[in-house]
């Protein structure tokens, strides 16, 4: 496999790399040159600064990133968006210093987690390292069942189908939902991580809760006493060409164009993040 790894001169790094190159693989190594910058002899060494030289990758295609250093929100989230096409994998490297003070003897990994009063300091000391790491590699709330269907059509593929039924004069009432194949909740969240790159993790809420909570207003979401508006037939909108890119295709672009937006375009859609903070820790600290 091509590998690139950011970090990867010391501590875990280091011995990622090494049993890396040991097993045959690709290595390039991206840091700052700063540390141990003559091991590695067989490795490709990319000197940069992780917050402002990210373009130096640019161009480049490896197989999976393994990121040892991330230490502050902003840097992952630039890391991810500038590879989320150079890269099939994305793998962060957190520690067990996310979870929340006391930590029971027994714990699994959906115990809860650091909270950061400032979720905007980007200062790592020994009291925010924790909380910080959670914010760069944080869950992701989804609510509802993931076996559940659902249902959304690209605006380009609606829009060539409504333009080829005007040309033909073709009319009537049509569903024009997709994708082509069905497809659940749980296969699309599932996809989404793959192909962003993205080592969130999902955790899945169910509707009382979100009734509970009063948070029901979240893209997509829809009880299951409604979730017959996500399983439409398409028959005869397929019957009469309409045709839909896959759906990977659709992610990767979603992505591409939120990526490109500037970080304060205002948002039309979703919860906050200390919302979803909240959401998240109820949901994990509930009896």
């Known amino acids: 496999m091509k590998l690139l790894i950011i970090g990867g001169t010391r501590f875990v790094g280091r011995a990622l790399v090494e049993d890396a190159l040991a097993h045959g693989h690709e290595v390039t190594l991206f840091y700052r040159g700063k540390s141990n910058p003559d091991i590695f002899p067989d490795a ?3 000197h940069g600064d992780r917050d402002s030289e990210m373009h130096k990758l640019d161009g480049r295609k490896w197989d999976a990133c393994i990121d040892t250093c991330g230490y502050i929100p902003r840097h992952v989230r630039q890391a991810v968006g500038r590879l989320a096409d150079a890269v099939e994998q994305y793998t962060f490297i ?44 944080r869950d992701i709330l989804v609510p509802g069942d993931p076996n559940r269907p659902v249902q959304f059509i690209d605006t380009r593929d609606l829009g060539a189908w409504i333009v080829r039924m005007v040309e033909a004069n073709n009319t009537g009432a049509y569903n024009a939902v997709g994708p082509a194949a069905p497809l659940t909740w749980g296969a699309w969240m599932d996809a989404i991580v793959r192909i962003t790159g993205s080592d969130a993790r999902l955790t899945w809420v169910d509707d009382a809760f979100m009734v509970q909570h009063e948070s029901d207003n979240l893209p997509f979401y829809i009880p299951e006493t ?31 164009w939120s990526h490109a937006r500037p970080a304060d375009a205002p948002r039309r859609a979703g919860i906050a993040r200390e919302r979803e903070r909240e959401l998240l820790t109820a949901w994990q600290t509930r009896s």
Do not use: M, W
Not at 105 to 120: H, Q, R, V, Y
Not at 236 to 245: E, I, Q, S, V, Y
């Open 44 to 46: 490709e060494h990319l």
């Open 94 to 137: 957190s520690t067990i210093s996310v979870y929340a003070d006391p930590v029971p003897a027994g714990s699994d990994e959906d115990a809860p987690l650091k909270t950061l009063e400032d979720e905007e300091s980007e200062e790592v000391t020994g009291d925010t390292y924790g909380g910080l790491k959670v914010l760069c590699d």
């Open 226 to 256: 409604h979730n017959g508006i996500f399983a439409l037939s398409q028959a005869r909108a397929a019957a009469d060409g309409l045709t839909h890119r896959p759906v990977d295709t659709v992610i990767a672009d979603a992505a591409a």
